[in-house]
Antibody, heavy 114, light 107 residues
């Protein structure tokens, strides 16, 4: 069974950095991209970027370029999304997803508040 | 980037009715179009990929059509569990982009 299990909720102050993990199981980690998607409260879905776990190559959405880093650790079958210089507008649920969007993590709520 | 526009924003429907949701791309995405369903507090669920192929386990009442810039998701007979928000997403070009969503609510 394919599973993506994300790390728990985070509360951060403006200007801080958050790093969320996404541990996968049930398939070969290096066979599929891992995507990250942001969903602000009551809003739609916004694609942030992806990592190819096979070679670590990344593609980022322009909106997040410079603030986001997505990585993959093949030794633990875990992907990470780090977002820096947090601001209130980054308060959102962050999802990892893979296999063409067929499998998603449960989401991680990040709250940015002073 | 390719802008995905969904209409209507909200649809009020009675159970058993046929529902048609629209998605338009600002430029051609070929058939590289997916549809997702999202219920409150849950992650999105893939319904359709390749514009018209149902994902594993998706009931036959869901169907997708279209290519290029115009796409449609049809629910042939709306069930109570289908009340949700539906998103289209293009994966023809980077960045991947989603539509703003259509909320299907009980009439």
């Amino acid at each position: 069974e394919v599973q993506l299990v994300q790390s728990g909720a985070e509360v951060k102050k403006p200007g801080a950095t958050v790093k969320i993990s996404c541990k996968v199981s049930g398939y070969t980690f290096t066979d599929y991209y891992i995507h990250w998607v942001q969903q602000a409260p009551g809003k739609g879905l916004e694609w942030m970027g992806l990592v190819d776990p096979e070679d670590g190559e990344t593609i980022y959405a322009e909106k997040f370029q410079g603030r986001v880093t997505i990585t993959a650790d093949t030794s633990t079958d875990t992907a990470y999304m780090e977002l820096t210089s947090l601001r209130s507008e980054d308060t959102a649920v962050y999802y990892c997803a893979t296999r063409g969007g067929g499998y998603w993590g449960q989401g991680t709520l990040v709250t940015v508040s002073s | 980037e390719i802008v995905m526009t969904q209409s209507p924003a909200t649809l009020s429907v009675s159970p058993g009715e046929r529902v048609t949701l629209s998605c338009r791309a600002s430029q051609s995405v070929s058939s590289n179009l997916a549809w997702y369903q999202q219920k409150p507090g849950q992650a999105p669920r893939l319904l359709i990929f390749g514009a018209s192929t149902r994902a594993t386990g998706i009931p036959a009442r869901f169907s997708g059509s279209g290519s290029g810039t115009e796409f449609t998701l049809t629910i042939s007979s709306l069930q109570s569990e289908d009340f949700a928000v539906y998103y289209c997403q293009q994966y023809n070009n980077w960045p991947l982009t989603f539509g703003g969503g259509t909320k299907v609510e009980i009439k």
